[in-house]
C-alpha cells in the first residue's frame, strides 16, 4: 500500500521545514520528483543528494516566487519539459506578515492573499493542465484556517499569529472544495492537509515556554513532530486515496476538537 512508484509529482515548498521529510518519504517510495521552492539552491542540493541515493528515479529541482505569477508559469514550463504530465502536485507554500491587526496595511494584506490564494490557485490550475488522465492535487492548509489563535498564549515580544495567514488558509479551505466538485469530472481529486502546531525550533529561540504553552493546548499533550505530516501527504498522493475527494485532513493532536 501507499507505492509511488512511477508517480510524477511536483511539489512546491518542497524544502522547507515540513516538505523536505515528506519528499524523501516519497522519493524512498519510488516517485519521481521535480521539487520548487524558492531556495533554489538548497533545492537542487536535494535533488542531487536523491538521485545518488535512489538511482533509476528522476529528480529535478528549480526556484519559483509563488508570488511572481510569471515564475509560476515558467516552473511549470520545466516541469512538463522534465515529467511531460503530472500524477500529483502538492503545494506546501504560505506567506505571512509578524503584523498585529492594528499594524496591518492593505498593501500587505493583498501581498499576502496573492501569494496564498491566487498563487495556490494558479499552482493547482497549471498542475490540472498537465493531468489530462486524472491526478491528486493536495494543498496546505492549517488549524488556523479553522480555529482562531489563542491570543493569551502569544505573550510579548511575540506576536500572534497574523490574520492574513488564518484568513488565506481559511481560503483554501474552500478553494479545496470547490476545485474538487469543479475537476472531479476529470478524475482529477483536490484534498488538503491542515497542520496543527508544528513549531519550528529555529524560529523560537528564547521563547522555548511557547512549546510548552502550544502543549497545553493539544489533546495528545505534545507538539506534532516535524516527520508526523508525511503520512497524510502520502496518502492523498497515492492511489490509496483514489475515492477521496474534497477532503481536509486534520493532523493537529486533537487542537481542533474542542
Known amino acids: 500500500m501507499f507505492e509511488l512508484k512511477n508517480k510524477r509529482i511536483a511539489f512546491f515548498g518542497a524544502?522547507?521545514?515540513?516538505?523536505?521529510?515528506?519528499?524523501?518519504?516519497?522519493?524512498?517510495l519510488g516517485a519521481d520528483l521535480f521539487l520548487a521552492d524558492f531556495n533554489k539552491e538548497l533545492a537542487v542540493k536535494t535533488a542531487r543528494e536523491m538521485s545518488?541515493?535512489?538511482?533509476?528515479?528522476?529528480f529535478e529541482a528549480s526556484k519559483v516566487d509563488v508570488g511572481d505569477y510569471a515564475s509560476i508559469a515558467g516552473c511549470f514550463k520545466e516541469i512538463k519539459n522534465t515529467f511531460g504530465s503530472l500524477d500529483v502536485m502538492v503545494s506546501g507554500i504560505h506567506a505571512a506578515n509578524d503584523?498585529?491587526?492594528?499594524?496591518?496595511?492593505?498593501?500587505?494584506?493583498?501581498?499576502?492573499?496573492?501569494?496564498?490564494?491566487?498563487?495556490?490557485?494558479?499552482?493547482?490550475?497549471h498542475s490540472a493542465e498537465l493531468m489530462p488522465k486524472g491526478g491528486s492535487i493536495v494543498i496546505f492548509s492549517s488549524m488556523y484556517g479553522q480555529v482562531s489563535p489563542d491570543p493569551s498564549i502569544y505573550y510579548k515580544p511575540m506576536k500572534a499569529n497574523p490574520i492574513d495567514y488564518g484568513i488565506a488558509k481559511a481560503?483554501?479551505?474552500?478553494?479545496?472544495?470547490?476545485?474538487?466538485?469543479?475537476?472531479?469530472?476529470k478524475n482529477i481529486r483536490v484534498n488538503g492537509v491542515s497542520p496543527g502546531p508544528f513549531p519550528n525550533p529555529a524560529n523560537y529561540v528564547g521563547s522555548e515556554d511557547f512549546i510548552e504553552r502550544?502543549?497545553?493546548?493539544?489533546?495528545?499533550g505534545r507538539v506534532g513532530k516535524r516527520d508526523e505530516m508525511a503520512g497524510s501527504v502520502i496518502y492523498l498522493a497515492s492511489d490509496e486515496s483514489s475515492f477521496t475527494n474534497g477532503h481536509i485532513i486534520n493532523v493537529d493532536g486533537g487542537w481542533t476538537a474542542w
Open 171 to 185: 481560503g483554501l479551505n474552500q478553494m479545496i472544495r470547490y476545485l474538487a466538485v469543479h475537476w472531479g469530472p
Open 15 to 28: 524544502v522547507g521545514y515540513l516538505g523536505t521529510p515528506i519528499i524523501w518519504k516519497m522519493a524512498e
Open 52 to 58: 545518488e541515493k535512489f538511482p533509476g528515479q528522476k
Open 214 to 220: 502550544l502543549n497545553k493546548k493539544v489533546p495528545l
Open 99 to 125: 503584523r498585529t491587526v492594528e499594524e496591518f496595511t492593505p498593501e500587505l494584506m493583498n501581498k499576502s492573499l496573492s501569494v496564498n490564494l491566487t498563487g495556490s490557485f494558479l499552482l493547482a490550475r
